[in-house]
Structure formats: structure tokens, C-alpha cells
Nanobody
Framework: QVQVQESGPGLVKPSQTLSLTCNVS??????????WSWIRQPPGKGLEWMAV???????YYSPSLKSRTSISRDTSKNQFSLQLSSVTPEDTAVYYC????????????????WGQGTQVTVSS
């Protein structure tokens, strides 16, 4: 059974860089055709896809976040990470990592593995 688990700081100050890590178990992140995403949900709003790293290391970003976002992986630890720079209170959200089989998804139903999410609050 594939599982993913997010970890993060919980509270970040404005203008700082948020760093999140997703630990994967039950499958390796280099398994062919698997792609691994970061998704967030601000309070009272819908899900927002942020970035993805594919099994072969290719990365793709949401255009609205690309200038502030970096996704990377550590294959030896079977984990992938997200950095979001220059955070503001608008970045307050529950952050999820998830797996899908395609980079360009049509619906959230194409994500078959989700973490429980980690709450991140941006506040001074």
C-alpha cells in the first residue's frame, strides 16, 4: 500500500521561505509513470495544484506560483520536497502531497494517493 506523509513547520513568518517534505512509502518515487504533486487548500477555498515532479525528475509548476516555488526530490530517502519563497498570509493553507499517473490531470480523481495534509499558517 502506497502512503505519503507531509511534514512542515506549522507556522511561518511573512517573507520567509516555507519548506515542506513528503515521505513516500510502499513505492519508490522513481517508479515509472508515477508523478508526485504538491497541492494546497486555503481556508474556505478549493484545492490548488502547485507543482509536480515526475518519476524521471521532470518538474512542472503552476504558472501563478512558478516564480516562488521549487520542487525537488531525494531518491535515497524516497521523499520529495517543496519550497515556497516570500510567503504571505495568503499562503496559509493545508498542504498536501499526492500521487497521480499523469502530469496534466483533468480532475482531482486522477490522484490516487493523498497525504493527510499539514496545516501551514503564515503569520508574524
Amino acid at each position: 500500500q502506497v502512503q505519503v506523509q507531509e511534514s512542515g513547520p506549522g507556522l511561518v513568518k511573512p517573507s520567509q521561505t516555507l519548506s515542506l517534505t513528503c515521505n513516500v512509502s510502499g513505492a519508490h518515487i522513481t517508479t515509472r509513470y508515477a508523478v508526485w504533486s504538491w497541492i494546497r487548500q486555503p481556508p474556505g477555498k478549493g484545492l490548488e495544484w502547485m507543482a509536480v515532479i515526475a518519476f524521471d525528475g521532470r518538474t512542472y509548476y503552476s504558472p501563478s506560483l512558478k516564480s516562488r516555488t521549487s520542487i525537488s526530490r531525494d531518491t535515497s530517502k524516497n521523499q520529495f520536497s517543496l519550497q515556497l519563497s516570500s510567503v504571505t498570509p495568503e499562503d496559509t493553507a493545508v498542504y498536501y502531497c499526492a500521487r497521480s499517473g499523469v502530469v496534466y490531470f483533468q480532475s482531482w480523481g486522477e490522484f490516487d494517493v493523498w497525504g493527510q495534509g499539514t496545516q501551514v499558517t503564515v503569520s508574524s
